[in-house]
């Protein structure tokens, strides 16, 4: 089979897919809301074309770690936004945290409300949210994030997102529990007796009437303050891809980690952006801390995982996909499209996350260890290591 025609095959697989996803999509949402991958072109570079071709039936193997959001997650919306929430269930492993994508228009709100059993870590995609949030002392915290912000709400706090820009809203917010527990004020208040309502709000029984007896959370809703919202504010719960240091820079890409080395408040969670360009590798690795959602914001990628049970599955992700990595799973991706690859991985543990490879690995060990580990000659091993420090990503 000829590049051009495995190609085509796959433009085939991927444009049936993009229908099927549009009649969803006119089921289930507004002209407002546009979702689902993108219609991309593969590169035509030829290593990447024999990657492909020789890897044609893995690829189309269930990969179970994975789950297009956009797709396959639960949409719940009204008109002033959605949410795309995907359950734990979903996903193989995934049994410690959550990630969800929203929209909301203009001067349309998330509800205030708690999670608790949960932290929540944010970052926007496009457009500018004002978070409020009271910890139950103090004064309110408020501040506005800007695209590519980050943002941090502690378990239990209570907390609003308000889209305070000129254009929509879109974010995503990860949680490190598999069940985010979310409450607002309108299911708290429907779950009380009027009389117990009542006195606890300071209001006559007469005068709470008109509450929506409902315990389903609204999600968003629309925000007469928004549009009276000018300035901007800064918060020590808020960082910046782009005004924090990479972990990782150079002409083929970054890597940029907000953790506790970063900001403090990042306790028991960290945040992670990387950008790739096309025919890049990130180098195969595996984490020391965490268990990870990675989240493919724009972009395609060959990805390869090895799970707990030694199983390998090797699959091609588009924007929209979202993947379990168990901590210590093994894995890498390559950027094959023709543009930017974007992804952004949520950890849910903070401790000292290192990643281990190959070449890193060899190094740290005895060469006769390594040569009755693997049968490669003492002069390859020398080699190995004697090599540079490794880069965390090469030119494929």
Same mark, same amino acid.
């Given at each position: 089979?000829?590049g051009?025609?495995?190609?085509?095959?796959?433009k085939?697989?991927f444009l049936?897919?993009?229908?099927?996803?549009?009649v969803?999509?006119a089921?289930t949402?507004d002209?407002?809301?546009t979702?689902?991958?993108?219609?991309?072109q593969l590169?035509?570079?030829?290593?990447i074309?024999?990657?492909?071709?020789?890897?044609?039936?893995n690829?189309?193997?269930p990969?179970?770690y994975?789950?297009?959001?956009?797709?396959q997650g639960?949409i719940?919306?009204?008109?002033? %936004?959605?949410?795309?929430?995907?359950t =734990?269930?979903?996903? *193989?492993s995934d !049994?410690? &945290?959550?990630l969800f994508?929203?929209? #909301?228009?203009?001067?349309a709100m998330?509800v205030?409300?708690w999670?608790?059993?949960?932290?929540?870590i944010?970052?926007?995609?496009s457009?500018?949210?004002?978070?409020t949030?009271?910890?139950?002392?103090?004064?309110?915290?408020?501040?506005?994030?800007?695209?590519? %912000?980050?943002?941090i709400?502690?378990? =239990?706090?209570?907390? *609003?997102?308000? !889209?305070? &820009?000129?254009?929509k809203?879109k974010? #995503?917010?990860?949680y490190?529990?598999?069940?985010?527990?979310?409450?607002d004020?309108?299911?708290?208040w429907?779950s009380?007796?009027?009389?117990?309502?009542?006195?606890a709000v300071g209001?006559?029984?007469?005068?709470i009437?008109?509450i929506?007896?409902?315990?389903?959370?609204?999600l968003s809703?629309?925000?007469?303050?928004?549009?009276?919202?000018?300035?901007?504010?800064?918060?020590v719960l808020?960082n910046?891809?782009?005004t924090?240091?990479?972990?990782?820079?150079?002409?083929l890409?970054?890597?940029?980690?907000?953790?506790?080395?970063?900001?403090?408040?990042?306790?028991t969670m960290?945040f992670?952006?990387?950008?790739m360009?096309?025919q890049?590798l990130?180098i195969?690795h595996?984490?020391t801390?965490?268990?990870?959602?990675l989240?493919?914001a724009?972009?395609?990628?060959?990805f390869?995982?090895?799970?707990?049970?030694g199983?390998?599955f090797?699959?091609v992700?588009?924007?929209?996909?979202?993947i379990s990595i168990?901590?210590?799973?093994?894995?890498?991706?390559l950027?094959?499209?023709?543009?930017?690859?974007?992804?952004?991985e949520?950890?849910?543990?903070?401790?000292?996350i290192?990643?281990?490879?190959?070449?890193n690995?060899?190094?740290?060990?005895?060469?006769?260890?390594?040569e009755?580990a693997?049968?490669l000659?003492?002069?390859?091993?020398?080699?190995i290591?004697?090599?540079?420090i490794?880069?965390y990503?090469?030119?494929?």
């Amino acid at each position: 089979m000829t590049g051009k025609t495995l190609l085509a095959i796959l433009k085939t697989v991927f444009l049936t897919g993009l229908i099927s996803w549009q009649v969803q999509a006119a089921q289930t949402n507004d002209e407002t809301t546009t979702l689902g991958p993108e219609t991309t072109q593969l590169s035509a570079d030829p290593k990447i074309q024999k990657l492909l071709k020789d890897e044609a039936q893995n690829i189309s193997a269930p990969f179970p770690y994975r789950i297009n959001l956009f797709t396959q997650g639960q949409i719940l919306k009204n008109s002033a %936004g959605l949410r795309i929430a995907e359950t =734990a269930n979903q996903l *193989s492993s995934d !049994n410690s &945290g959550l990630l969800f994508y929203y929209e #909301l228009v203009n001067d349309a709100m998330r509800v205030p409300h708690w999670h608790s059993n949960a932290i929540e870590i944010g970052t926007v995609l496009s457009g500018k949210v004002r978070v409020t949030i009271w910890e139950g002392t103090g004064d309110t915290k408020v501040y506005t994030v800007e695209q590519n %912000g980050t943002w941090i709400i502690p378990k =239990a706090k209570l907390h *609003s997102l308000e !889209n305070v &820009g000129q254009d929509k809203l879109k974010f #995503l917010v990860v949680y490190d529990s598999p069940i985010a527990a979310d409450r607002d004020f309108l299911t708290a208040w429907a779950s009380l007796p009027d009389a117990v309502l009542a006195r606890a709000v300071g209001l006559k029984e007469s005068d709470i009437a008109s509450i929506k007896k409902t315990t389903v959370n609204r999600l968003s809703a629309f925000d007469p303050a928004a549009s009276t919202f000018k300035t901007d504010n800064y918060s020590v719960l808020s960082n910046n891809f782009l005004t924090t240091k990479p972990l990782y820079q150079s002409d083929l890409g970054s890597i940029t980690r907000i953790d506790p080395t970063i900001n403090p408040y990042m306790k028991t969670m960290a945040f992670q952006r990387t950008i790739m360009k096309p025919q890049v590798l990130r180098i195969p690795h595996w984490y020391t801390t965490g268990d990870v959602l990675l989240f493919v914001a724009r972009g395609d990628a060959f990805f390869t995982l090895m799970d707990n049970d030694g199983k390998v599955f090797h699959s091609v992700i588009h924007s929209g996909d979202l993947i379990s990595i168990p901590v210590g799973n093994f894995h890498s991706f390559l950027n094959i499209g023709n543009d930017d690859l974007e992804v952004y991985e949520g950890f849910n543990r903070v401790e000292q996350i290192n990643e281990i490879t190959l070449m890193n690995g060899v190094q740290h060990f005895n060469i006769g260890t390594i040569e009755g580990a693997t049968g490669l000659s003492k002069e390859l091993i020398t080699q190995i290591n004697q090599s540079k420090i490794e880069s965390y990503m090469v030119k494929f």
